[in-house]
Nanobody, 123 residues
Framework: VQLQASGGGLVQTGGSLRLSCSAS????????MGWFRQAPGKEREFVAL???????YYTDSVKGRFTISREYGKNTIYLQMNTLKPEDTAVYYC??????????????????WGQGTQVTVSS
């Protein structure tokens, strides 16, 4: 499976950005896709994910501001980020996994990664 991410950029506080990620290749029936982010000097952290059964998960700091969605019939996901804050500044990574696990918050448990895309929110 290969992941191709796009989007990101520079935006002012309160602004919006949308990230997209497309997966190619054979995927498992329980395929899940999501987003992580990594700020300078910090560990990669979970942001949001969408399972194949359409269950959604968000980290608390983005609930109500970020929305993860999937293009119908395709392995393409989007992360709509609204009301952005300077603390959202990070490199955002698209991720995917074949099998579900209770360790879904842990970056090391994910199987596939896209290239990172920079999101910078200026104050």
């Amino acid at each position: 499976v290969q992941l191709q991410a796009s989007g990101g950029g520079l935006v002012q506080t309160g602004g919006s950005l949308r990230l997209s990620c497309s997966a190619s290749g054979r995927t498992d029936s329980d395929f899940a896709m999501g987003w992580f982010r990594q700020a300078p000097g910090k560990e990669r952290e979970f942001v949001a994910l969408r399972r194949s059964n359409n269950m959604l998960y968000y980290t608390d700091s983005v609930k109500g501001r970020f929305t993860i969605s999937r293009e119908y019939g395709k392995n393409t996901i989007y992360l709509q980020m609204n009301t952005l804050k300077p603390e959202d500044t990070a490199v955002y990574y698209c991720a995917a996994r074949d099998r579900w696990t209770t360790a879904w918050r842990t970056a090391s448990s994910w199987h596939y990664w896209g290239q990172g895309t920079q999101v910078t929110v200026s104050s």
